[in-house]
């Protein structure tokens, strides 16, 4: 299954582009495999990163064909109370923002199972999620809320356009980093937004990512690494603006940006040049700070491949929690195998009886970490650390140790 190189920038289309890691090659992240897919040949795709020499946009150097990472996807964020909480949130902030009223339509990009949606539903808002999974599509539709199973494109937009109107609110939390063709994607966003309507989007922001050393969530999905400037660049280029951005602290830290249409009556915010400002301050249009990032991931590499050993030598027995797609890259990028986990535990009962991809390290639930009681716990889904700490107090109490990889090497 073929895999393209990029030749130019997907924002500014220059051709200078500065690649600064190479991760491998490796299968895609959320390739989870049943026992007898085991034997089967995986594909393995090169995961390298580029940042543009023009506009700035860090962003992979190969792109696999979104149909073979998206169309049966395994990520369900409502499997996470800390992301409940956080849609929850997000979902009264847009409401007052955009001073809904039952019935404005408000559009998901990327509505996964059908969550995020559910509570503007809940408030009577037609709603319409969009999402390649056909597999999470149905499950969306099943507690009622309409999905298309597609890609959101230009084209798509005009269907839902000519079927529904235009939409008051349009949602993309976690997905646009995941897009291709970014241009084509914010016609078909302009196209569909009201005048006065709101475009939300959520995003993993690239400061975070260099400075927590958050290497492992570089992988396959995520086409793009947003810093401000060059989103600010094709907003602009798409007759759009920032009128509201923000830090939260989800997925290792991420973004929350409002676009409008410049013709709505939304002014473009202030905090937009803090941001800005900080990026310059930080030299992002420099390749200091993606090299020295990729010192950083080496020697971490180094630190947790010694470290791991180093306990294995002792006979400690060590399992993974949490598998993630992130989890997934730093099992493969690191070589961390069955040599070094026992297994994973995950919530996800899909992914339960299955295994990783390339390194095939087997999955099972929760529970068996109690009963096992291994001595150490690689956390493989540090995002959720707070959560997970806390739901496995026991298991510390009892003298377990989890490792955590982020933002440092440490033991707790
Ligand atoms: P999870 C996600 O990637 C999804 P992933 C996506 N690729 C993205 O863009 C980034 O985040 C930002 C398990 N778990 O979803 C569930 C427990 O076992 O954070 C999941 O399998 N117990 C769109 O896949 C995994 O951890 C728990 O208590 O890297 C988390 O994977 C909790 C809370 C989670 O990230």
Redesign the pocket.
């Given at each position: 299954m073929t895999n393209y190189r990029i030749t130019s920038c997907r924002i500014c289309k220059s051709s200078k582009l500065y690649e600064f890691l190479s991760l491998g090659s490796m299968p895609a992240p959320?390739k989870f495999l049943a026992k007898e897919e085991l034997r089967k040949k995986e594909h393995y795709y090169p995961l390298r990163v580029c940042v543009c020499q023009n506009c700035w946009l860090m962003q992979l150097s190969h792109v696999i064909p979104p149909k073979i990472l998206f169309r049966n996807y395994l990520?369900i964020?409502s499997?996470?109370?800390?992301m409940l909480t956080h849609f929850k949130s997000l979902s009264e902030e847009v409401m007052k923002a955009l001073a809904l009223k039952p019935k404005s339509f408000v559009v998901d990009i990327g509505s996964n199972d059908g969550t995020l949606l559910s509570l503007f539903k809940e408030k009577e808002m037609e709603t319409l999620g969009v999402d390649p999974a056909t597999n999470l599509a149905f499950v969306a539709r099943m507690r009622g809320i309409d999905t298309m199973d597609n890609f959101f494109t230009y084209t798509l937009a005009e269907k839902i356009l000519s079927h529904s109107g235009k939409a008051k609110g349009i949602l993309a939390t976690?997905v646009f980093a995941h897009i291709d063709d970014l241009h084509d994607a914010c016609r078909g966003v302009r196209m569909l937004l009201d005048n006065q309507g709101l475009f939300i989007l959520e995003f993993?922001y690239v400061l975070d990512l260099l400075e927590n050393n958050e290497f492992d969530?570089i992988y396959h999905?995520?086409l793009s690494y947003f810093s401000v400037t060059p989103l600010l660049r094709l907003f602009r280029e798409h007759d759009m603006k920032i009128v509201s951005i923000q830090s939260i602290p989800v997925?290792g830290g991420s973004v929350r940006m409002y676009v409008a249409k410049n013709r709505s009556h939304y002014k473009e915010t202030h905090v937009l040049s803090d941001f800005i400002e900080r990026e310059k301050v930080k030299h992002l249009d420099s390749n200091s700070p993606y090299d020295d990032f990729h010192h950083r991931v080496e020697k971490l590499k180094k630190e947790l491949a010694n470290h791991l050993k180093r306990l294995k030598k002792r006979e400690k027995r060590i399992v993974g929690?949490?598998?993630?797609?992130?989890?997934n890259i730093l099992t493969n990028y690191c070589n961390i195998g069955t040599d070094i986990l026992d297994y994973i535990?995950?919530?996800?009962p899909f992914?339960q009886g299955k295994y990783t991809p390339g390194k095939h390290i087997p999955i099972f639930p929760?529970n068996r970490l109690l009963r096992d009681m291994p001595d150490y716990t690689l956390l493989l889904?540090w995002?959720?650390a707070y959560?997970?700490l806390k739901?496995q107090w026991i298991y510390r109490e009892r003298g377990g140790r989890f490792i955590i990889t982020v933002p440092h090497l440490r033991i707790e």
């Amino acid at each position: 299954m073929t895999n393209y190189r990029i030749t130019s920038c997907r924002i500014c289309k220059s051709s200078k582009l500065y690649e600064f890691l190479s991760l491998g090659s490796m299968p895609a992240p959320n390739k989870f495999l049943a026992k007898e897919e085991l034997r089967k040949k995986e594909h393995y795709y090169p995961l390298r990163v580029c940042v543009c020499q023009n506009c700035w946009l860090m962003q992979l150097s190969h792109v696999i064909p979104p149909k073979i990472l998206f169309r049966n996807y395994l990520y369900i964020p409502s499997t996470s109370e800390t992301m409940l909480t956080h849609f929850k949130s997000l979902s009264e902030e847009v409401m007052k923002a955009l001073a809904l009223k039952p019935k404005s339509f408000v559009v998901d990009i990327g509505s996964n199972d059908g969550t995020l949606l559910s509570l503007f539903k809940e408030k009577e808002m037609e709603t319409l999620g969009v999402d390649p999974a056909t597999n999470l599509a149905f499950v969306a539709r099943m507690r009622g809320i309409d999905t298309m199973d597609n890609f959101f494109t230009y084209t798509l937009a005009e269907k839902i356009l000519s079927h529904s109107g235009k939409a008051k609110g349009i949602l993309a939390t976690n997905v646009f980093a995941h897009i291709d063709d970014l241009h084509d994607a914010c016609r078909g966003v302009r196209m569909l937004l009201d005048n006065q309507g709101l475009f939300i989007l959520e995003f993993p922001y690239v400061l975070d990512l260099l400075e927590n050393n958050e290497f492992d969530t570089i992988y396959h999905e995520h086409l793009s690494y947003f810093s401000v400037t060059p989103l600010l660049r094709l907003f602009r280029e798409h007759d759009m603006k920032i009128v509201s951005i923000q830090s939260i602290p989800v997925h290792g830290g991420s973004v929350r940006m409002y676009v409008a249409k410049n013709r709505s009556h939304y002014k473009e915010t202030h905090v937009l040049s803090d941001f800005i400002e900080r990026e310059k301050v930080k030299h992002l249009d420099s390749n200091s700070p993606y090299d020295d990032f990729h010192h950083r991931v080496e020697k971490l590499k180094k630190e947790l491949a010694n470290h791991l050993k180093r306990l294995k030598k002792r006979e400690k027995r060590i399992v993974g929690y949490g598998a993630s797609a992130k989890g997934n890259i730093l099992t493969n990028y690191c070589n961390i195998g069955t040599d070094i986990l026992d297994y994973i535990v995950d919530s996800i009962p899909f992914k339960q009886g299955k295994y990783t991809p390339g390194k095939h390290i087997p999955i099972f639930p929760e529970n068996r970490l109690l009963r096992d009681m291994p001595d150490y716990t690689l956390l493989l889904a540090w995002n959720f650390a707070y959560e997970i700490l806390k739901k496995q107090w026991i298991y510390r109490e009892r003298g377990g140790r989890f490792i955590i990889t982020v933002p440092h090497l440490r033991i707790e």
